[in-house]
Each structure stands twice: as C-alpha cells, then as structure tokens.
C-alpha cells in the first residue's frame, strides 16, 4: 500500500477526527516548551552553581523552536488562525527564520519531498557523503553562515527562492529586513550594554544547533527519492523528551503523509499507519550509526 491508497482507505469520520486542532493542547504544549526556556534561561542568568553545564540544554531547547515554526507554516499547532501567525513570527525570530518565506520553502519541500532536482531542502545542499561532510553539516556552522546570507540577499531584494511567488516577495522582504534590524539591534545592545542576551540565547542556541542537524538528518536522510510518502520519510522510534521538544515531528512519515494533521494528533495517526511504514528507525542514536557506517563502506573521507 502507497500513501494514497492509505489516505484513501480512511473512514470520513476518521479523518475529521485526525484533522481536529486545538487552543488547548497548542497552548499547553507551548505553555511546557517555553517555560522550560524560561526556567532554565533564568537559572543560567542567575549563575546558579554548575549553571554552564546548563547551556546546551537551553540552546535545545530553543532551537528545537524550528520545530513548532514548522508546524505554524502548516496552521495546525493551534485552532486560532492569529495564534499560528503569531507564534510563528516569534519563533522565526527566535532561531533566525523569516516566518513567511520558510512557509513557502517548506511547502516547496513538501511538494517535492526528497526529490534531488527540486525539492529546496536538497537543492545545492545534498546530504552529507563523506566523513568530512558529516562532521561539517552536524556542527551547524554551515546552517548559521546560509541563514545570514539568505536573510542579506532576501532583505536587500535580491534572489529570494524560486518557491515565492510574486504576489509575497514584498512582504518576504519587509519580514526579512525587520529580522535583520532585530538582529543588529541585539548584537549592539549585547555589545555595549549587557552581555546577558549572548549568555541565555546566542551561545545556546549554537551549542543546541548540532543536536537540531542530527534530528533533522533523520527525516530524510538515506531514504529512498522517490515519491512515496511512505518510503521517502522516516519515522524514528523515540523517547517521550524528544518528541515533546519537536512537537512530534519523529513521526515524520506520518506528517508527510498527512501534513494537516496537527502535532497531537500524530500518535493516533501513526497507530494507523505504523504496519504500512516502509522507512522508519529505532533511535537517533541507531541512525546516525547506521549512517556512519554506510559512510565508511563507501569508502568516502574528506
């Protein structure tokens, strides 16, 4: 069975069901998030003891907010429209996204999901082949560099992706060069006023980038280019933690299948779906060695 004819096996009530969203398991589940980022960001500030040892986890925690951008770009984490707009803005800000101009990269990459000629994910930034490669992409360092030159190029009106259209390209530039004055205005404040910013937010969020690039290699790394949902995205078997602070996004064949579907309602799609899931893996831990490995047998080092 393929993702269409899954899809289509589905009782209507079955599918009105999975498609509910909801205020309150969105709000609760930021409520979780967010307050994490709070509490632990207020313990780094206060310097409590061992509090460096604290830094990597709020730099997960607040990059994991690409994972509810991405849900936003989808309208599902909440029931009120302005609430997915809204939160959606704020997390762009957050880990250095313009809002509006990932929504119609990702739709682009859904459209086209691990297709090497058009899908925007994979377009110029194939998945790492060699040891070297590897190292390179986990350390986040080439995230950070192709995010500051996006949002220069998209503020100062240059090449802003095939996948906009010409209807938003204004207000995906005046999104970007908002984001880009955010960002100078909170470098200088860092630099000549208090340095606190950089401690409970720049130096975490780079020291969290390289667990967010493991997470992400797992959706579609190593998995099958062609256009079965079912095939093409992994659903990686995993503990509760993760899948909180990525809005369950490990089931991620389950997502692409049935990207309407809201974050709460993934495990009670994924008990639909689970005997008909033809890539999935048991852990991260298991990926990244499986993938390792397959690295070394082809014999690529840089």
Known sequence: MNHKEFLGSLPTQTRQALLQKSDRAG??????????IILVGGLIALEVPYWGLLLPIQGVLLIFNFTLLHECTHKTPFKTGWLNEVVGWITGFVVGLPFLWFRYFHLAHHKHTNDPKNDPE???HPKPDSWGRYVWHVSGLPVWAAQIRGLIRIASGRDQGWFIPKSARIRVRVESIIIVIFY???????LTIST?????????????QPFLRLYLLAEHGRCPQVADMLQNSRTVFTNW?????????????????????????LPALHSLMQDHLKTTETGYARFHSTYVTQLSKVGKFD
């Open 241 to 265: 933690a993760v899948k909180f602070v990525a809005w369950n996004m490990p089931f991620h064949a389950e997502h692409h299948k049935y990207p309407s579907v809201p974050f709460w309602r």
């Open 184 to 190: 100078v205005v909170t470098i200088l404040y860092s």
């Open 122 to 124: 994979l377009v110029g």
């Open 196 to 208: 606190m910013v950089i401690k409970v937010w720049i130096i975490p969020a780079i020291l969290g």
């Open 27 to 36: 709000l609760l589940h930021l409520v979780g998030h967010w307050g994490a």
